[in-house]
């Protein structure tokens, strides 16, 4: 196959770091974006002719476009962006923070279709390439821990499925992700079985042929598919 | 932004297009390029089989919407055409007054611009030599935005033409067209048996016809390697009838295209990547003849396999790779007996080989010589793609270093290297010289140049040199 050439967004640590260092494994190029310049230095450092760093603050939205630009050129061209920046900060049960929630939307949603967006217009415009939202389960309803994380999942998988209805006569497949809990710097301070990010990003890739919102587990699929359809009033007396 | 590649769809890649309409626009387009340090691909109707015209995110200036023929001239023959008109239209324009050019390719598809950028050979570059000779007056723009005219008593003209887009473009043309006593070709037909009979039949009918083109079955082995077909032709002096004119005329779609139809996934025309299928036509082409001389219309004869639009398709993915080595005539068939024989040894087999005799061309990119040409269509399977790559490299080493040249229209191997290997230092320097004072800034490339590594004189990519020549383009402004 091919080696194909993959921006990933929030790849300094955790589950974008994890798909960095597998792809650029087997042959792929991948070009990794966040903040911290020394923790993607460090990611890189497992292959460094197949990972190239750039670091960005995807809550500055106007550099992104030139940036995406100078990252496909360096590339030699763009067959897949992963979107798997996200924050999800602590918040106390009785902790109603402005700020702090529009933080999390600026990472998780504004952020994404910045990136998104660009990656759409370029893939639909040659008719091909594959573009992956790192979503989780947690926006599959409203749970009362971070409300705001909840929404901002719920809001890029329907942000995603509209592109993917978009795109799908052009050749391009939308992919949206929606792992469980993971082991990563995100989860640290949470005690529950949490999967490693090895087997999610493995499990990422083989899927990355296939269109649509992808569950990691096959148990989270069924369980939501059930979740789902919970009245409100039922599903907030479940112990979680 | 648009997926691309050349004719044999192995360079896919993605690029900037830019629609280039009239010569203010690509002025616009250097002056952007400067002040966002980019560089520009030139391009015409993409028809090079390598990555000539190609640019991996690259800005390519598509030059196809300058397409206008702004002067045509009965009495002198003489045609002035902007670059993006296509062969097509102009073979049409002239045929209707009873002209010709003086060489076309294979493919009417392709621009005026990109033929003479490459410097394109005819079935009759044993006469007649290449495109370029038959030019009178070109207009050019390097990459300092103005339009220059340059005619054949500038050492320049003999330099742009045939030097791949690489000093700018050139904006418009004027050819000499020659006169023809008919729209039809008295075309014969030979069947020889082994390569020495290709060689002997050639010699011979290249002494007196126009035009000769050899289609040899790669398959044919021992005895008969080589064997093949041979046509030759030259201009009937019965004058057409009205229904031969409008026939040629008129662009058509063959009957076989429809059956083949190379566009549909499953159509029959992708039998042809079966070697066996291949092997079977070949035998039926070289074993039956139906005719042994024919008159034919000259678009069906020079372009025939326009009637296949797209056919190229049938070899996708894997796409399809032209190897096309040009050899001294005095070596020619001891160097093509080897090649076919090591074709089958590697089971390599082309699905057209294709035998052109020429001689030299007075331009410095002169790819031919006195020489012939053998122009081999490998097919790329997947599976065998780094196996045929390889064996191509070697190849090509193989004969660059018994004096073979190769032509930029058909390349996806030269290397840097390779250049020297037929270029003279002299020469190399010339052309470095010329691109310093038309392009000092870099901006002309593609990545067929990128891999060939060349460039102006040594420098930070998009600045100028202190020190390169200073810019002193010869040519008269227009
Ligand atoms: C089926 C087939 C048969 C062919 N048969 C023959 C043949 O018999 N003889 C032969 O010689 N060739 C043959 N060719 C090759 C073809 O004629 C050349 O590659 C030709 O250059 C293609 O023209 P184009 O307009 O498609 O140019 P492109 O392929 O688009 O560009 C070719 C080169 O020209 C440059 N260029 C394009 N326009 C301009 C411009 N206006 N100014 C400056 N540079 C420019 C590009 O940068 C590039 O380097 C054949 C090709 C095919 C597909
Ligand atoms: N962990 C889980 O249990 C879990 C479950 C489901 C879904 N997810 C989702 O999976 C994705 C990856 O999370 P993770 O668990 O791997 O967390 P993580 O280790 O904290 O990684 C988050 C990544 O996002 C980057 N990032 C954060 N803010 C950024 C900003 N403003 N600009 C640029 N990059 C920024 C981080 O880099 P810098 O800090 O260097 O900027 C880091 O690379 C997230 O979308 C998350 O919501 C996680």
């Known amino acids: 196959m091919k080696p194909l050439r993959v921006i990933i967004v929030g790849g300094s640590s955790g589950l974008g770091a994890e798909l960095a260092r597998q792809l650029a494994a087997r042959g792929d190029e991948v070009a990794i974006l966040a903040r911290r310049a020394d923790a993607l230095e460090a990611v890189a450092r497992f292959q ?39 924050i999800m900060p602590q918040i106390e049960p009785n902790e109603f923070d402005t700020e702090k929630d529009q933080a999390i939307f600026r990472v998780n949603v504004e952020g994404a279709i910045a990136w998104c967006n660009l990656a759409a217009t370029r893939f639909q415009a040659v008719g091909a390439g594959t573009l992956v939202g790192i979503g989780s389960v947690a926006g599959d309803r409203g749970r009362p821990g971070h409300p705001a994380y909840h929404a901002s999942k719920a809001a890029l998988a329907t942000y995603l499925e509209s592109l993917r209805n978009r795109l799908w006569r052009s050749g391009v497949r939308v992919i949206t992700i929606k792992p469980g809990p993971l082991d990563t710097p995100m989860t640290q301070h949470l005690s529950m079985a949490k999967m490693p990010v090895a087997v999610a990003a493995k499990k990422i890739i083989r899927g990355l042929n296939r269109d649509g919102e992808q569950y990691l587990q096959l148990s989270h699929r069924l369980i939501f598919a059930v979740l789902r359809l919970l009245p409100s009033a039922i599903f907030r007396r479940i112990r979680r | 932004m648009r997926r691309l590649s050349g004719f044999g769809m192995r360079d896919l890649h993605d690029a900037y297009v830019i629609p280039i309409d009239r010569e203010e626009a690509l002025r616009e387009l250097l002056d952007l390029a400067k002040i966002s340090r980019r560089q520009i691909t030139l391009r015409g109707a993409g028809q090079s089989y390598g990555d000539a015209a190609g640019a991996p995110e690259g800005w390519i200036a598509d030059l196809r919407p300058m397409n206008q023929i702004l002067n045509w001239d009965q009495t002198t023959g003489l045609l002035t055409a902007q670059a993006g008109v296509t062969l097509a239209t102009l073979c049409r324009h002239v045929l209707a007054d009873g002209f010709w050019p003086a060489v076309v390719s294979g493919t009417s598809a392709i621009t005026l611009g990109g033929a003479l950028a490459m410097n394109i050979h005819g079935k009759n570059a044993f006469r007649e030599g290449t495109l370029g000779e038959s030019v009178t007056e070109i207009v050019v723009m390097g990459s300092r935005g103005i339009a220059k005219r340059l005619t054949p008593d500038d050492r320049d003209f003999w330099i742009w033409i045939g030097g791949a887009g690489q000093f700018g473009a050139i904006l418009q043309a004027t050819l000499r067209m020659k006169r023809l006593p008919s729209a039809a070709l008295e075309v014969r037909v030979f069947r020889a048996s082994s390569l020495q009979e290709q060689f002997e039949i050639f010699e011979r009918e290249t002494a007196d016809q126009e035009y000769c083109v050899g289609w040899l079955d790669g398959f044919a082995s021992g005895e008969e390697l080589g064997r093949g077909l041979i046509h030759s032709a030259r201009s009937s002096e019965t004058p057409s009838s009205e229904a031969e004119l409008r026939r040629a005329l008129q662009p058509r779609r063959s009957l076989a295209s429809k059956i083949l139809l190379p566009e549909r996934r499953w159509g029959l025309g992708r039998m042809l990547q079966f070697p066996l299928v291949r092997k079977v036509i070949h035998a039926l082409k070289s074993d039956v003849i139906l005719h042994d001389h024919f008159r034919q219309n000259c678009f069906d004869f020079h372009f025939l396999l326009d009637a296949l639009p797209n056919w190229q398709k049938v070899f996708s993915p894997g796409g399809l790779i032209q190897f096309q080595p040009f050899v001294p005539w005095d070596d020619a068939l001891n160097t093509f007996r080897t090649l076919l024989q090591d074709c089958q040894d590697h089971d390599f087999v082309p699905s057209l080989a294709v035998l052109k005799k020429h001689r030299a061309s007075p331009f410095a990119l002169d790819y031919a010589g006195d020489s012939y040409s053998l122009a081999l269509d490998f097919p790329v399977q997947l599976h065998r793609e780094s196996q045929l790559l390889s064996f191509l490299e070697g190849q090509t080493e193989r004969l660059l270093m018994q004096g073979s040249r190769f032509y930029f229209a058909k390349d996806i191997l030269l290397q840097p290297q390779h250049l020297g290997m037929f270029l003279a230092p002299s020469l190399l320097h010339e052309l470095q010289d010329a691109k310093s004072r038309w392009d000092p800034e870099n901006l002309f490339t593609s990545a067929q140049a990128e891999r060939m590594g060349w460039q102006a004189k040594p420098n930070e990519k998009g600045s100028p040199t202190a020190g390169t020549v200073e810019p002193q383009d010869r040519g008269e402004n227009v």
Do not use: S
């Not at chain 1, 990252?71 to 979107?83: E, N, Q, V």
């Open chain 1, 48 to 86: 460094p002719d197949r990972i190239r760093t750039y670091p960005h603050d995807v809550t500055h939205t106007d550099e992104a476009a030139a940036l995406f630009e100078d990252i496909c050129r360096d590339l030699g061209g763009l067959d897949l962006l992963i979107y798997a920046a996200g």
